[in-house]
C-alpha cells in the first residue's frame, strides 16, 4: 500500500520544484498530462495547499515515484466503496 505521507511531502514546496526539474518536466505539463489544474500545481509547490490523496496518487504514478500497483488498488477500493454506497442506498 502507498504510504501518502511519504508522498506528499515530495509533491509541495521545494521538493515538488527540484522533482520536476529533475525530471526535466514543468508544472504545465503535469497539470496537462494528469488533468489537474496548473493553479492546484502552483499552490502545491507554494506550500498553499496539500495534495487529495487521489490526486497525490495521480501525479506520483506519472512521475514515477508510486508504482502501478498501488493506483489499481486505489481504484478497486474506491470502486467498491462506491458499490457499497449504492448496494445500501437500494436496500433502503
Known amino acids: ?8 511531502p515530495r509533491l509541495m514546496g521545494p521538493n515538488f520544484k527540484r522533482l520536476l526539474k529533475s525530471l526535466s518536466l514543468t508544472k504545465w505539463r503535469v ?14 509547490q507554494a506550500g498553499k ?13 506519472y512521475l514515477g515515484i508510486i508504482g502501478s500497483t498501488e493506483q489499481e488498488i486505489m ?10 454506497d449504492r448496494i445500501e442506498r437500494l436496500s433502503k
Open 75 to 84: 481504484e478497486i477500493k474506491k470502486q467498491m466503496k462506491e458499490l457499497q
Open 1 to 8: 500500500m502507498v504510504d501518502l505521507a511519504l508522498i506528499k
Open 49 to 61: 495547499t496539500t495534495p487529495s490523496d487521489e490526486l497525490a496518487i495521480r501525479v506520483g504514478k
Open 31 to 44: 497539470s496537462k498530462d494528469c488533468n489537474i489544474t496548473y493553479r492546484t500545481l502552483i499552490n502545491w
